[in-house]
């Protein structure tokens, strides 16, 4: 799969700057066809765009097997390096499915555990 069929197989789901547009899908290149499909697929990619201020999600457009990776715009002003270190860590978290505290109360523990895992995966494809 290419940067333009991955781009198109996100339809609305990426919505941000060009740059955050290019570095997703420049990271999703990382992985394997079947991750980069699921990713299009069930994943939305948002951050701040330069012709808004904010925009609206209706609670019907996110899923409910659907996720949404927020990326702050500060971390768009970080090397390139760590900012597909950062998206491929969260994809990282969709594809092991693990859950966040938010819906769910998580141990320290339990948190610690994820993020290593998501680490370890960053790292099967992504070197740092």
């Known amino acids: 799969m290419n940067a333009s069929e991955i781009q198109k197989s996100f339809g609305h789901k990426l919505i941000g700057s060009t740059f955050m547009k290019k570095i997703v899908i420049k ?33 019907d457009e996110l899923k409910k097997d659907e996720h949404l990776i927020f990326l702050a715009d500060e971390l768009m002003e970080e090397s390139e ?16 499915g693990h859950k966040n505290s938010i819906g769910k109360i998580q141990t320290k523990a339990e948190v610690r555990k994820q993020e290593k895992e998501a680490d370890l995966f960053a790292r099967k ?3 740092e």
């Open 27 to 59: 990271t999703l290149l990382y992985f394997p066809p079947e991750i980069i499909e699921r990713i299009t697929k069930t994943t939305w990619f948002v951050g701040s765009f330069t012709d808004g201020w904010a925009f609206t999600l209706r609670g």
């Open 81 to 96: 390096e760590q900012i597909v270190w950062t998206i491929a860590h969260e994809v990282g978290h969709v594809v092991l």
């Open 125 to 127: 494809y992504v070197r």
